[in-house]
């Protein structure tokens, strides 16, 4: 018995042991802003107020420098205008003059993502494009209103995406399911691509920062932070990049849906 007890006490002491001192998820936690009472529907919580200043930096950085459209532009306003002509340019390129019009609501996706990841970067902030609560009504929206301007647009033309008419016929009934099946899936593969690479950069980075307090690997881990943090930096672009040409391409889809 006394045995049973000792090896009881040296297992729970070794699990002790081995328990991590720091938690890399605990940054993705989502907690109420004032108070500690529980997250309800209406809650106001670190993700409402890094979402509030997300849409803040959109209007610092595009409406304000542009308001007075100098001649000769300051610097803000020359990033607005890169920035503008760059989203346009890719948009055009993808869908054509006909996609321009949904230029606005393109612009507005990226700068939103943009802002986001980069306030994520910020020390003690909140990552909100790490929450598939935030990604998922991103993509979903971009998913409906691709389906809904599809129908509208084409009408029951907007079925000839599904049907891949320059394959082999008895080819075509399983390339339409499949080609079904992907479509579908298109809002879960758009939203958990960028909430899953900002999560797991920032997780990555809260681990080497656990292990910057010992000694002996200190600086080995202040190396590895700077370097993923460099990393990050060009992942929070990329990522908004990506999740805004996969819009054009989707957008393309609907104008354009013949196979």
């Not at 909430?195 to 881990?221: C, E, L, Q, R, T």
């Amino acid at each position: 018995m006394a045995t049973e007890t000792t090896t009881a006490q040296g297992g729970d002491q070794a699990a002790e042991g081995s328990s991590l001192v720091f938690h890399p998820m605990d940054q993705f936690i989502v907690k109420p802003l004032f108070g500690d009472g529980a997250v309800g529907m209406f809650t106001v919580t670190n993700v409402t107020l890094w979402l509030f200043l997300a849409i803040i930096a959109v209007v610092l950085l595009l409406v304000l420098p542009t308001s007075k459209r100098a001649i000769v532009p300051t610097r803000m306003q020359s990033i607005a205008e890169l920035t503008y002509g760059f989203v346009y340019k890719m948009l055009e390129d993808i869908c054509g003059k006909e996609g321009v019009k949904f230029f606005p609501y393109v612009m507005t996706l990226f700068m939103f993502i943009v802002c986001a990841n980069f306030l994520g970067l910020i020390p003690t902030s909140f990552t909100t494009t790490s929450h598939f609560a935030v990604t998922i009504p991103l993509a979903l929206a971009v998913f409906l209103t691709v389906t809904i301007l599809g129908f509208v647009k084409n009408g029951a033309a907007f079925l000839g995406l599904f049907w891949v008419s320059s394959a082999p016929l008895a080819l075509r009934p399983i390339l339409a399911i499949i080609e079904l099946i992907s479509y579908f899936v298109r809002p879960v593969s758009h939203s958990i691509r960028l909430a899953g690479n900002v999560m797991a950069g920032h997780a990555v980075i809260k681990v080497f920062a656990g292990f910057a307090a010992v000694a002996v690997i200190s600086p080995v881990s202040v190396l590895a932070i700077t370097a993923m943090y460099g990393l990050e930096v060009l992942v929070a672009f990329i990522q908004a990049y990506v999740f805004t040409i996969l819009t054009c391409v989707y957008l393309k889809d609907a104008l354009h849906p013949s196979h």
